[in-house]
């Protein structure tokens, strides 16, 4: 799959690559304005069930979006890249909004407090299988966040990259992309 993939990406013209690579930065860039801009309200009452189903829905709801438009994408690889560059930001953002909201409500359920910056970094670690342990999860409701993470970290990495790259390696030929987005024809019979 790998070798094929480079194949594809050596095919296209270094603006589609450029153009993908600054959608792809972009997209990345807009999710963490919006994770450090956006104001957390603190509300202890609201459920961490409540706001994992709620950020875990958004995230399905992207996901989803994304392979449909690879599906329909003129060049498919390409937008592949670009939604793997939005879909593992959003995947981060959510749960460090969660692990964030969390600490604002209950100062005690980590280690240590958590600002944007340390819930960000927490939730890499996580992510990465790093775990540093300077942060770690102290609440049983902490605990069993950080372990949904870990099983949907397993699971983003498994399927939601494969299933992305599956899309992606569709048959261009097949016909389905908007006109906007599918290359120009050429008409070898003039």
Request: proline content about 6%.
């Amino acid at each position: 799959m790998a070798s094929s993939a480079l194949t594809d990406l050596a095919s296209f013209e270094r603006s589609h690559v450029v153009q993908a690579a600054l959608r792809a930065l972009a997209m990345t860039t807009i999710l963490l304005v919006i994770y450090f801009v956006v104001p957390i309200e603190h509300r202890p009452h609201q459920s961490v069930v409540l706001r994992l189903a709620v950020g875990l829905a958004l995230f399905v709801v992207v996901v989803t979006n994304e392979i449909r438009l690879i599906s329909r994408s003129g060049r498919p690889m390409l937008r592949a890249a670009v939604a793997v560059a939005t879909i593992i930001p959003l995947f981060l953002v959510v749960f460090a909004w969660i692990y964030l909201t969390m600490a604002r409500a209950d100062p005690g359920s980590f280690g240590q407090p958590l600002d944007r910056v340390s819930a960000l970094y927490f939730t890499v670690t996580v992510f990465s299988t790093v775990g540093f342990g300077d942060i770690a999860p102290k609440t049983d409701a902490a605990r069993l966040v950080a372990t949904v993470q870990m099983l949907a970290d397993l699971a983003v990495l498994a399927v939601v990259i494969r299933l992305i790259f599956a899309a992606a390696q569709r048959d261009p030929e097949r016909g389905d992309e908007p006109d906007g987005d599918r290359p120009p024809a050429i008409d070898l019979r003039k």
